[in-house]
């Protein structure tokens, strides 16, 4: 398939880098920022642009990989071309892309991407919709070349699946910044904790975290919740985030 | 080193096993209830004892993986042993230890353990505090065949550790739970975002957490913030957890 990307951030680099591994032809990067478009454009040895007016019209894909909210200006830059223009967003619906393209649809990757941390695709889920079953085919067939998890899945389903992410994934690595932050105030090194991080996501590739849950709050173990409680007393937000959580536990298991 | 231990929980199990599987002694398990220590003490070629009066008073070293507040019961029921009595708990002081005792120490492993879960010794860190320059030397030379992250920490730095581990673990794996109870409500199974959770921990292996914070708050994306919070509008606690991290990301990066 020949194909465009256009955006030039995370995504946009790591699935494109992806296309082409498997054999697909990207041939053009699209971005408003002429540099950032060739920086990537260099790496796939594809041509850079930075007029929307300047994107091929014969690609076979369009992947529309840009902030949430410039999805539809760069969609309505397409104009009317024939391909499969699909966005990567988790949280933006289907229609978003626009009306006067015959054949849409949405691949997302369910993943966080680092500019400097190299990640296979085998292992992402890819969340897909289309608006027709034919390029549904289309979309699942490129897919599982990329994925071993490939789902079909409507925007509502979808724009959960983002929200989940937020807490499992965004929250989590508030909550790593937050232990940080009581280590370094203490000369303590981050690297003491890493071994527990590590563990503590892996015991939930086999189990499921509402098993394994540990710690004061499940335990209804009041001295130490409240010891902690009063060691975070010059850190208010903290301790508001320590008392919401623990609540919550309490609540839940 | 003859070596008793005083439990069989999760720490109980997995200490006496690593400290066998080096070539120590482990003699004795205690535990008030007798099928409990019976069950362990098999595992390990042990005696069972449920009367602290029964527990040997010849051993080097004892190791008092109890609850945190069993732990003065327990030391006080060791009477006046000459070995070296350590307890493995991350907000207890070594003062805990009966003064009656000669020789105390702490071998806090900052670790997650679960009964059905085998894990490695090697990364764990082993934290270290004792009552002489000789039993620190002893605990030091013990921790380091167990493992190759050994620190010398006194009981504040222990405590504030052991409080951002409950960030870094405990409430982790809470919001992993609630990130599936948002998965379940909408029959996605869990299976769809573990390789999430697993490449937001490895992120963080090699960076520290702040560098690598994603997703709509740190963006100030007050657009899909507000997207979110009306999804959980009929989920007041999810609710009031989003709103409360998110604002704290929204101050801190």
Chains 1, 2 share one sequence.
Do not use: W
Request: glycine share 4%.
């Amino acid at each position: 398939m020949k194909i465009a990307i256009l955006g030039s951030g995370n995504v946009a680099t790591h699935l494109s880098k992806a296309l082409k591994a498997i054999g697909e032809d990207v041939v053009q990067v699209y971005s408003p920022n002429l540099e950032h478009a060739k920086l990537l454009a260099d790496e796939l040895q594809a041509s850079s642009v930075n007029h929307l007016e300047q994107v091929i019209g014969d690609a076979d894909f369009y992947v529309v990989c840009v902030k949430d909210d410039a999805i539809a200006t760069v969609a309505t830059g397409l104009k009317d071309v024939d391909g499969l223009v699909v966005h990567t967003s988790g949280t933006t619906d289907l229609e978003t892309l626009s009306s006067t393209l015959k054949n849409t649809g949405v691949f997302y990757p369910l993943q966080t991407f680092s500019k400097h941390k190299e990640i296979s695709f085998n292992n992402i889920p890819l969340c897909l919709e289309a608006n027709s079953e034919a390029n549904f085919e289309i979309l699942n067939l490129l897919a599982n070349k990329l994925s071993n998890q490939v789902y079909q899945l409507d925007g509502e389903k979808r724009k959960v699946l983002h929200l989940a992410a937020v807490f499992a994934c965004n929250f989590t690595n508030h909550l790593y910044t937050l232990a940080n932050q009581l280590l370094e105030k203490n000369n303590l090194d981050f690297e003491i904790i890493r071994p527990l991080i590590a563990e503590t996501a892996d015991k939930v590739m086999v189990n499921l975290p509402e098993n394994v849950q540990t710690g004061p709050a499940v335990r209804k173990d009041e001295i130490t919740i409240n010891k902690h409680l009063s060691m975070l007393a010059d850190l208010p937000e903290l301790q508001e985030i320590y008392q919401t959580l623990s609540s919550s536990i309490k609540l839940t298991y």
